[in-house]
Nanobody
């Protein structure tokens, strides 16, 4: 059974930085395309960034130039470096894994809260 565990969330002031981590267990992360999503109160869950292979990344317009997604398959971990954070980045951030071959197979983490406030 694949499990995803996020960490690194917290409270940060506007303009600050955080790095989220998502550790995958029960499989090799190289088999999975990984993504970060977020859900703010009263809003739908939205894609933040995803990464298939190391050089294949995709970002939401709202975070381009501020967030960077990366992966370390030796550590079975995907990261989201978030810089120049804004209050509108406040949300619960979720990690998602999609099998690269059997694309309908997906798993979600439990989420980590990011709050940007002064």
């Amino acid at each position: 059974q694949v499990q995803l565990v996020e960490s690194g969330g917290g409270l940060v002031e506007p303009g600050g930085s955080l790095r989220l981590s998502c550790a995958l267990s029960g499989s090799s992360s190289g088999l999975w395309a990984m993504g970060w999503y977020r859900q703010a109160p009263g809003k739908q869950r939205e894609l933040v960034a995803n990464i298939a292979a190391a050089s294949s990344t995709n970002y939401a317009n709202a975070v381009k130039g501020r967030f960077t997604i990366s992966r370390d398959d030796d550590r079975n971990t995907v990261y989201l470096q978030m810089n120049s954070l804004k209050p509108e980045d406040t949300a619960v951030y979720y990690c998602k894994a999609n099998h690269r071959v059997f694309k309908s197979i997906e798993y979600w983490g439990q989420g980590t809260q990011v709050t940007v406030s002064s």
